[in-house]
């Protein structure tokens, strides 16, 4: 365990700050991640593999599909709240230390309802969707409602068919945030990464971004990444770093 004092002095002498959220950070609210031994990769759903379900060909071509398995994931987030991660992240950001904001891979919304203002998802969101046909944008409640009860939502303009506002397998990143995180990762003073592996491109190279251009990373993740040896600061325990780090921020 790296020495969470150094921590606080880096903080303290970081003027623009970054950080990038993984699945490691929701897990902590209760919502599983993907690569762990026990995350969504690891289970079955009938007789397939989830990252097949995830594809976007697949989701066009069986809808339902995704939709009974997303049923059980992503359309019961009521029930999960933002974790001291979120709520901490939030305080950062009132007090100045969060100037570059929060780029996350995660989709479940939980910073925004911590309180963090400025919040760009990589990987898009489940919190609203769009139809494929005519682009009209629906809400999470009105999809959660439907998805709930084992439909598929469809448009009530032209019945279309209704995405979640996420990345599938086989789309592009929205450019516009990709290109606000490289600038970011390559202009900030202090990189945080949290709870990511930091295994899915292009998300897992921004880091890099930050190594390239000198700048100083820290990293709290469970498991080890490829950019450990970049990092000034290196810490395995979420829950513990952000426990001390809330009450520094009182």
């Given at each position: 365990?790296?020495?969470?004092?150094?921590?606080?002095?880096?903080?303290?002498?970081?003027?623009?700050?970054?950080?990038?959220?993984?699945?490691?950070?929701?897990?902590?609210?209760?919502?599983?991640?993907?690569?762990?031994?026990?995350?969504?990769?690891?289970?079955?759903?009938?007789?397939?593999?989830?990252?097949?379900?995830?594809?976007?060909?697949?989701?066009?071509?069986?809808?339902?599909?995704?939709?009974?398995?997303?049923?059980?994931?992503?359309?019961?987030?009521?029930?999960?709240?933002?974790?001291?991660?979120?709520?901490?992240?939030?305080?950062?950001?009132?007090?100045?230390?969060?100037?570059?904001?929060?780029?996350?891979?995660?989709?479940?919304?939980?910073?925004?309802?911590?309180?963090?203002?400025?919040?760009?998802?990589?990987?898009?969101?489940?919190?609203?969707?769009?139809?494929?046909?005519?682009?009209?944008?629906?809400?999470?409640?009105?999809?959660?409602?439907?998805?709930?009860?084992?439909?598929?939502?469809?448009?009530?303009?032209?019945?279309?068919?209704?995405?979640?506002?996420?990345?599938?397998?086989?789309?592009?990143?929205?450019?516009?945030?990709?290109?606000?995180?490289?600038?970011?990762?390559?202009?900030?003073?202090?990189a945080i990464v949290l709870g990511s592996s930091l295994v899915v491109n292009p998300a897992a190279s921004l880091p890099y971004?930050?190594?390239?251009?000198?700048?100083?990373?820290?990293?709290?993740?469970?498991?080890?990444?490829?950019?450990?040896?970049?990092?000034?600061?290196?810490?395995?325990?979420?829950?513990?770093?952000?426990?001390?780090?809330?009450?520094?921020?009182g």
């Amino acid at each position: 365990m790296s020495d969470f004092n150094s921590f606080i002095e880096l903080l303290e002498k970081s003027r623009r700050i970054v950080v990038l959220t993984g699945a490691g950070v929701s897990t902590l609210s209760g919502i599983p991640d993907f690569r762990s031994s026990d995350g969504l990769y690891s289970k079955q759903f009938g007789h397939m593999n989830v990252e097949s379900i995830l594809d976007i060909d697949f989701f066009q071509a069986h809808p339902d599909v995704f939709y009974s398995w997303a049923k059980e994931y992503w359309y019961q987030m009521d029930k999960f709240q933002p974790c001291i991660i979120h709520r901490t992240l939030a305080k950062m950001e009132e007090r100045g230390k969060l100037s570059e904001g929060i780029f996350t891979q995660n989709i479940d919304g939980l910073h925004q309802r911590a309180g963090s203002k400025k919040v760009y998802e990589l990987h898009g969101s489940v919190r609203e969707g769009y139809c494929m046909t005519c682009h009209s944008h629906y809400s999470y409640s009105f999809m959660a409602d439907i998805v709930n009860k084992g439909a598929v939502p469809v448009c009530s303009h032209c019945g279309g068919l209704i995405k979640p506002d996420i990345v599938f397998y086989g789309e592009n990143l929205n450019t516009t945030v990709l290109m606000r995180a490289e600038n970011a990762f390559a202009n900030a003073d202090l990189a945080i990464v949290l709870g990511s592996s930091l295994v899915v491109n292009p998300a897992a190279s921004l880091p890099y971004i930050s190594a390239r251009a000198g700048k100083d990373i820290v990293i709290v993740n469970r498991d080890s990444t490829y950019i450990d040896q970049y990092a000034v600061l290196r810490f395995t325990d979420l829950l513990d770093f952000f426990t001390r780090l809330s009450e520094y921020f009182g």
